[in-house]
Nanobody
């Protein structure tokens, strides 16, 4: 059974940093795309950053480009999201999601993926950025 557990959320002041972790179990880590999504109150869930555990390719949403960094430790089956220079608009519940690469109907590169492309989800971790 695929399990994803997020951690590292909390309250941080604008301009500060936070590192989220996604601990994965129940699958072979080196054949998956792992993604971070976020959902703010009253807004749709949006993709923040993705990483391919097979070749390390990454995607960043424009709103976080240059501030967030995604990384993967395949030995620990864990994906991280380093969040720097956070802004109040980064406030949201952050979710980790995973999908086997061979089960993805690729319409383009890793940046073409959206939430429906991911079949396994964690429960989320709250990130709140104060002004």
């Amino acid at each position: 059974e695929v399990q994803l557990v997020e951690s590292g959320g909390g309250l941080v002041q604008a301009g500060g940093s936070l590192r989220l972790s996604c601990a994965a179990s129940g699958f072979i880590f080196d054949d998956y795309v792992i993604g971070w999504f976020r959902q703010a109150p009253g807004k749709e869930r949006e993709g923040v950053s993705y990483i391919s555990s097979s070749d390390g390719s990454t995607y960043y949403a424009g709103a976080v480009m240059g501030r967030f960094t995604i990384s993967s430790d395949n030995g620990k089956n864990t994906v991280y999201l380093q969040m720097n220079s956070v802004k109040p608009e980064d406030t949201a519940v952050y979710y980790c999601a995973a999908q086997p690469e061979h089960k993805i109907l690729w319409a383009g590169g890793i940046g073409s993926l959206t939430a429906p492309d991911f079949g396994s989800w964690g429960r989320g971790t709250q990130v709140t950025v104060s002004p």
